[in-house]
């Protein structure tokens, strides 16, 4: 194995005399390393490699697809669409907590959409 690795050595010196690192992205910069205590071991090169073809794994995209849509809730002035929406969020995150190995009260408070909800009955019920 140290023969390898003397080659590999040798290689690498080889290519900072020819000068192949100098114009590399992100040259002097401090390295960015990311949080993934939160990704079980085995499965944090399969989420590296999909992070680095920008795609996400299915639970993430769900995960995103609700975040744009609370934004999406939050900015709409009609209230049959809001609860529309609404109705589709609701959906998601029941999706979404399907998806979960523990339970999702666990995990977080999912308080934006109740919240909405009883704005929205308060709202047809005063009309």
Request: aromatic fraction near 6%.
């Given at each position: 194995?140290?023969?390898?690795?003397?080659?590999?050595e040798?290689?690498?010196?080889?290519?900072i005399?020819n000068?192949l690192?100098?114009?590399?992205?992100?040259?002097?910069?401090?390295?960015?390393?990311?949080?993934?205590?939160?990704?079980?071991?085995?499965?944090?090169?399969?989420?590296?490699?999909?992070?680095?073809?920008?795609?996400?794994?299915?639970?993430?995209?769900l995960?995103?697809?609700?975040?744009?849509?609370?934004?999406?809730?939050?900015?709409?002035?009609?209230?049959?669409?809001?609860?529309?929406?609404?109705r589709?969020?609701?959906?998601?995150?029941?999706?979404?907590?399907?998806?979960?190995?523990?339970?999702?009260?666990?995990?977080?408070?999912e308080?934006?959409?109740?919240?909405?909800?009883?704005?929205?009955?308060?709202?047809?019920?005063k009309?």
């Open positions: 194995m140290e023969f390898f690795q003397r080659i590999a040798n290689r690498i010196l080889e290519a005399d000068g690192f100098d114009n590399l992205r992100g040259r002097g910069k401090p390295l960015k390393f990311e949080d993934e205590s939160h990704i079980p071991p085995e499965l944090r090169m399969a989420y590296k490699i999909l992070k680095n073809a920008d795609c996400l794994p299915p639970e993430l995209e995960r995103k697809e609700i975040v744009q849509l609370q934004d999406l809730v939050a900015s709409l002035p009609d209230e049959s669409e809001k609860l529309k929406q609404m589709r969020l609701n959906f998601l995150i029941m999706k979404m907590n399907m998806t979960r190995q523990v339970s999702p009260q666990l995990l977080e408070h308080l934006y959409a109740p919240k909405i909800l009883e704005r929205l009955e308060s709202k047809h019920g009309q």
